[in-house]
């Protein structure tokens, strides 16, 4: 298909060959608990995609990324799903160290070595928890002489056995005694930290998706990245951005699988031509969708009415999936669902975008309110 050919080529210039490393690992093995995809998106320079040129990352725009995304997520939705989680994640520190508070040396050196040495990010923030918002603290932080000590637990947290820095927000104290809120780096061999079983369905289980404890988990000042003093809106600020990005990366990710169950339908010619015509138009209209609010995005929108095309483009594209995965499955027929498991699972892949925050209920009104002219607040 056109677009995924798009998208592939996208994928081969900042990953080369990623895609044929994929390839030659079956489907469902690429997505089973013990998948090796985290490790080769790590060989294939898959922690730089985000990480700005002056720190040996690729910095590529929005358009660059959601197509990467969209075509990580026809090969493996799991490490499309992952990836997303680590790109948000890249997105948010970087952004933090350029526009907010000069990166202590200490922070500088460790971000520097986030895309030449393939280091994953995992995020432990909010997201997968019922109608919470992604950026809602998750994490408790208590001063100490030296720093803080943290506690607290994130389920699921993708790249949960793969990541090399967890990153969580806290609200910490301020000389005013408001509290603020501030974003710990904390090494994932950090005594303290430990891994345990969650994830027990076999869709999306690549991608690593179990709970991260921390229990007492020492982190000091100098890996703590704060708003600064004279300007605490400004962290706000970078959350927007950062939530925008996860909205728009992992739909992405969930139009990637939906590619490859229609490539299918295509490649087989199935059905009558105008039911296979009504799935691509469904499919591209998807694809257009994620990469109109990535053309937005590249062009200067930001702040709520970034959040607020975003989150059109996600609950659209999450009724298209539906639609998509139901055609789908029936112009590919009875025989190709039994005698082909990789059928089944795209088509379930298809369905968790709607468990990511924010939920589409909780969301309505405030979109309403946004859509006859009032500020929009998730």
Same mark, same amino acid.
């Not at 379930?348 to 405030?366: E, K, T, V």
């Given at each position: 298909?056109?677009?995924?050919?798009?998208?592939?080529? $996208?994928?081969? @210039?900042?990953?080369?060959?990623?895609?044929?490393? %994929?390839?030659?690992?079956?489907?469902?093995?690429?997505?089973?608990?013990?998948? /090796?995809? %985290?490790?080769?998106?790590?060989?294939?320079?898959?922690?730089?995609?985000?990480?700005?040129?002056?720190?040996?990352?690729?910095?590529?725009?929005?358009?660059?990324?959601?197509?990467?995304?969209?075509?990580?997520?026809?090969?493996?939705?799991?490490?499309?799903?992952?990836? &997303?989680?680590?790109?948000? &994640?890249? $997105?948010?520190?970087?952004?933090?160290?350029?526009?907010?508070?000069?990166?202590?040396?200490?922070?500088?050196?460790? !971000?520097? @070595?986030?895309?030449?040495?393939?280091?994953?990010? $995992?995020? *432990?923030?909010?997201?997968?928890?019922?109608?919470?918002?992604?950026?809602? /603290?998750?994490?408790?932080?208590?001063? #100490?002489?030296?720093?803080?000590?943290?506690?607290?637990?994130?389920?699921?947290?993708? %790249?949960?056995?793969?990541?090399?820095?967890?990153?969580?927000?806290? &609200?910490?104290?301020?000389?005013?005694?408001? /509290?603020?809120?501030? +974003?710990?780096?904390?090494?994932?061999?950090?005594?303290?930290?430990?891994?345990? /079983?969650?994830?027990?369905?076999?869709?999306?289980?690549?991608?690593?998706?179990?709970?991260?404890?921390?229990?007492?988990?020492? +982190?000091?000042?100098?890996?703590?990245?704060?708003?600064?003093?004279?300007?605490?809106?400004? %962290?706000?600020?970078?959350? &927007?951005?950062?939530?925008?990005?996860?909205?728009?990366?992992?739909?992405?990710?969930?139009?990637?699988?939906?590619?490859?169950?229609?490539?299918?339908?295509?490649?087989?010619?199935?059905?009558?031509?105008?039911?296979?015509?009504?799935?691509?138009?469904?499919?591209?209209? $998807?694809?257009?969708?994620?990469?109109? +609010?990535? @053309?937005?995005?590249?062009? *200067?929108?930001?702040?709520?009415?970034?959040?607020?095309?975003?989150?059109?483009?996600?609950?659209?594209?999450?009724?298209? !999936?539906?639609?998509?995965?139901?055609?789908?499955?029936?112009? !590919?027929?009875?025989?190709?669902?039994?005698?082909?498991?990789?059928?089944?699972?795209?088509?379930?892949?298809?369905?968790?975008?709607?468990?990511?925050?924010?939920?589409?209920?909780?969301?309505?009104?405030?979109? #309403?309110?946004?859509?006859?002219?009032?500020?929009?607040?998730?």
């Amino acid at each position: 298909m056109r677009s995924l050919d798009i998208a592939r080529d $996208a994928c081969e @210039r900042h990953h080369p060959g990623l895609i044929k490393a %994929l390839e030659e690992i079956p489907l469902l093995e690429r997505e089973s608990a013990d998948s /090796p995809v %985290l490790e080769v998106f790590r060989e294939h320079d898959g922690a730089g995609l985000l990480v700005p040129q002056e720190y040996g990352g690729a910095g590529v725009d929005a358009l660059e990324a959601v197509r990467v995304t969209r075509a990580m997520g026809a090969y493996s939705p799991s490490l499309a799903a992952a990836a &997303t989680m680590h790109n948000f &994640t890249a $997105a948010m520190l970087f952004a933090l160290a350029d526009r907010v508070v000069p990166p202590t040396e200490e922070q500088k050196q460790l !971000l520097s @070595r986030v895309a030449p040495e393939g280091m994953l990010l $995992a995020s *432990g923030w909010a997201e997968g928890r019922t109608q919470q918002d992604i950026l809602n /603290p998750s994490v408790t932080a208590t001063e #100490v002489d030296d720093g803080f000590i943290l506690n607290g637990s994130k389920k699921p947290c993708s %790249l949960s056995r793969s990541m090399s820095i967890l990153t969580a927000s806290v &609200t910490l104290p301020s000389e005013d005694q408001q /509290p603020s809120l501030a +974003v710990p780096l904390i090494m994932a061999d950090s005594p303290g930290i430990s891994v345990h /079983p969650f994830w027990d369905s076999p869709v999306l289980a690549g991608a690593q998706s179990n709970e991260v404890r921390l229990k007492d988990v020492h +982190v000091p000042e100098r890996l703590i990245i704060r708003g600064t003093p004279d300007d605490p809106s400004r %962290l706000d600020d970078l959350q &927007t951005a950062t939530f925008v990005w996860f909205e728009l990366l992992i739909t992405s990710a969930y139009v990637g699988a939906a590619s490859s169950l229609t490539e299918l339908v295509m490649h087989r010619e199935r059905g009558a031509v105008t039911d296979r015509a009504a799935l691509g138009i469904q499919l591209e209209a $998807a694809v257009g969708l994620t990469e109109g +609010v990535a @053309r937005a995005l590249r062009d *200067g929108l930001f702040g709520e009415d970034a959040v607020a095309a975003a989150l059109t483009a996600r609950f659209a594209v999450q009724k298209a !999936l539906a639609a998509i995965s139901e055609q789908a499955v029936e112009l !590919l027929g009875g025989i190709a669902f039994i005698k082909s498991p990789e059928v089944a699972y795209l088509s379930s892949a298809l369905h968790p975008l709607a468990f990511h925050p924010p939920g589409r209920s909780s969301s309505s009104s405030h979109l #309403v309110e946004y859509f006859n002219g009032g500020p929009l607040q998730i």
